[in-house]
């Protein structure tokens, strides 16, 4: 390259870094959403395509590491599984649920939710922001809030929506706290990322807190982000903190947050 | 390359980053198959050739990603800036030189994404982005380097004249 061009070239190298650190500070400012919305609607029919070829990679994938199962079984076991586990959360609640304030056929109708059925066609390029964008969006009424369930709980929630396609912020983005509560007791807390993985903070927790590794947490809808009792995440591990007004379980999402093809997305509750 | 095919390969290569790589991933570790590409072109072509690149697929990145707009920009010109900086001050072996460039740009690159993060207030934990994300990442992006370089070094020597030569 002659000296001109490198001139040249690093100049452009300059004026790049500026724009880039205008559009980190006015980006807001400058609507970026919508460009990006644009942008997610000339990309969609290509990330469709990819999530396809990409869904096949991985199903040979697990083809050849599986060893005596079908990918069909595992699908067909892995939702009797996640039936079950609605189910249990379902009794759970019902048994602790005040039966004056609630009545059986309320709860029941808490959890029969109307969904919408959506193919996941691509996942944030960084693994730092954990967000998708999934393959319907204000053509199948979708709103911006709406929350995304995965095959058994609460996966994240709509950030941005556009004719076809819709991003969805994931339950594991440090971002996205989400107020929950214990299915068996009610105990409330806050789901949050922390030490390299999900946890719960519940703050003044009772001295004979007792919490086992399974426990279900649902949604609790403090805040109105999200509808009441929304399956969540489990309880993986606990140890008690005497000296601690916050007490911290670590949990694991319901689903395997990197491995989502298709989600539901909760068209009954739109937050104000 | 032609800036014809350039540029729509960028963009083809930016929506396989977002919904191809997923179903590749090992456990934790994505590689990045648009930043190992650009570094690559710097590498065997310079920045000359690279940073229009990369200042395009910056742009597509922010535009596909929900992290705060500019961030993928500013990271990718960073590396691609560096990665040809570096090869012009080291006297080496370009395979060799590509690997290492591969490497420390993919640390860098997700250094100065966590940087914006924590600067625009987004609550992460930088040791745990370095451990759990940049490192195998980076090491997968070592991995899918070869055919990347093998590839470049094929086209380099097909077209060998730049459509773009006085950027």
């Keep these: 390259m002659r000296r001109g061009s490198q001139a040249r070239a690093t100049s452009y190298f300059v004026v790049a870094v500026v724009v880039a650190i205008l559009l980190l500070v006015l ?7 919508a460009v ?29 590491t599986s060893i005596g199962d079908t990918q069909a079984e595992n699908r067909r076991l892995r939702q009797q599984v996640a039936d079950l586990q609605r189910q249990l959360t379902a009794s759970d609640q019902l048994q602790v649920t005040d039966q004056q304030l609630r009545d059986m056929l309320g709860l029941r109708n808490d959890l029969k939710i109307q969904t919408v059925s959506a193919q996941v066609i691509g996942l944030d390029p960084e693994a730092m922001s954990q967000s998708m964008t999934i393959s319907i969006g204000s053509g199948k009424g979708i709103k911006p809030g709406m929350s995304v369930l995965g095959q058994r709980g609460l996966v994240g929630r709509v950030t941005l929506v556009q004719p076809n396609s819709a991003q969805v912020r994931l339950v594991s983005d440090p971002s996205l706290p989400v107020n929950v509560e214990l299915a068996k007791t009610h105990l409330g807390g806050t789901l949050k990322v922390r030490d390299n993985g999900l946890a719960v903070e519940m703050l003044g927790a009772p001295t004979d807190l007792k919490l086992d590794p399974g426990d279900i947490l649902v949604t609790s809808g403090l805040g109105g982000n999200f509808p009441k009792g929304l399956p969540v995440a489990e309880i993986s591990q606990f140890r008690y903190q005497p000296a601690q007004v916050t007490q911290v379980a670590q949990v694991a ?11 539901m997305v909760d068209t009954d509750f739109v937050p104000n | 390359m032609s800036s014809w095919v ?9 929506a396989m980053q977002t919904s191809l790589v997923p179903a590749i991933a090992v456990g934790p570790a994505r590689p990045q198959l648009l930043l190992v590409w650009i570094v690559c072109w710097a590498v065997v072509r310079g920045r000359g050739e690279a940073l229009p690149w990369a200042i395009f697929g910056g742009l597509v990145l922010d535009l596909l990603s929900q992290m705060p707009p500019g961030s993928h920009l ?12 570096g090869h012009r001050v080291m006297q080496g072996s370009t395979e060799l030189f590509a690997g290492a460039a591969v490497l420390a740009a993919s640390i860098l690159y997700g250094l100065v994404l966590a940087v914006v993060l924590l600067a625009t207030q987004h609550p992460i934990s930088l040791v745990d982005v370095v451990l759990r994300d940049l490192l195998p990442g980076a090491l997968y992006n070592l991995v899918i380097l070869v055919p990347v370089f093998f590839l470049q070094r094929k086209i380099d020597g097909r077209f060998p004249v730049s459509v773009i030569p006085e950027f």
């Design chain 1, 36 to 64: 990006r919305g644009v942008a997610a609607t000339l990309f969609q029919p290509f990330q469709v395509t990819f999530a396809s070829t990409g869904g096949g990679i991985r199903d040979f994938i697990g083809t050849i």
């Design chain 1, 27 to 33: 980006g807001q400012a400058l609507r970026f959403d």
């Design chain 2, 6 to 14: 350039a540029f729509p390969l960028i963009a083809i290569l930016a």
């Design chain 2, 74 to 85: 500013l990271a990718l010109v960073v590396v691609t800036f560096l990665a040809d900086l």
């Design chain 1, 253 to 263: 999402p319901l689903d395997d947050l990197n491995r989502l093809e298709y989600v």
